[in-house]
């Protein structure tokens, strides 16, 4: 029973794993293990402690926050390297469906373009044999 180590120390109460130390009262008690955290009027999170004396459920919870945020905000870079570097390889292999439909279009407007002007060229030709100036 957790209570028996009730105004004694906090090593003694944590040394059962089921019990918890709270600083504030000086009580050691079963901790709640249906909730998460210790209910306020159970014993304040700043005086709660569980498994280490040295490290309260405030303390806690900070720490804790602050290690998963820092955690998505590098997974979250990851993905975002990882996306640009696929984006980077992807037009090195070569270009894509757009890239090359334009390149098609191109082709097709310098073919006729060079038509154009190949037709021209005799139009000029026929007219400089007609009137004998070539």
Known sequence: ?????????????????TCLWCASSRRCM??????????ADLCELRS??????????????????VVGGTLLIMLGVCCCCCCC????KKQVLGPDKDDE?????????RVRQEERRAEMKSRHDEIRRKYGTV
């Open 1 to 17: 029973d957790c209570r028996q180590y009730t105004n004694r120390s906090c090593e003694e109460c944590l040394k059962n794993v």
């Open 30 to 39: 079963e901790y709640p293990v249906r909730r998460i955290l210790p209910p």
């Open 48 to 65: 709660a402690r569980w498994g280490v004396c040295w490290v309260n459920f405030e303390a806690l919870i900070i720490a804790m926050s």
């Open 85 to 88: 570097k696929k984006k980077s």
């Open 101 to 109: 439909r334009a390149a098609r279009e191109r082709e097709k407007r």
